[in-house]
């Protein structure tokens, strides 16, 4: 059932990125157990969760503002997750969406710009 009260749609999204202050990248599907299965390691700047700057929530959705993170070489990136703690590869990952897969020849950067939309 969808949530037809916009006041409603627009607290859970502000819960969803209260719960979920920390973006992560990773190299496989983390799954749906909160694990931080395949979490991109290495590199040198070193790869880290980031906090994520959330927007306030409109039209039922939160959006964060532009988030690079540091990618060591040799890395595909395929997932990203929202996370409620900023330690790598603690099992606090609380979403997660594959991403269009970004091969890295050398070091670099991943921007991601999440969004979350409840309805």
Do not use: H
Request: with cysteine; proline share 5%; glycine share 10%.
């Amino acid at each position: 059932m969808a949530i037809r009260n916009l006041s409603t749609r627009n607290a859970l999204a502000t819960a969803y990125g209260t719960t979920n202050p920390y973006g992560a990248l990773f190299t496989a599907d983390p799954g749906t157990s909160g694990t931080a299965t395949g979490e991109v390691t290495g590199g040198s700047p070193a790869y880290n969760r980031k906090a994520l700057t959330w927007g306030s929530a409109s039209a039922s959705a939160i959006v964060s503002a532009a988030t690079p993170f540091d990618v060591p070489a040799s890395t595909t990136v395929t997932y990203f997750g929202v996370c409620s703690s900023v330690t790598p590869a603690a099992a606090t990952v609380g979403d997660s969406v594959a991403v269009t897969s970004q091969a890295f020849a050398s070091q670099g950067t991943y921007t991601v710009t999440a969004t979350y939309t409840q309805s």
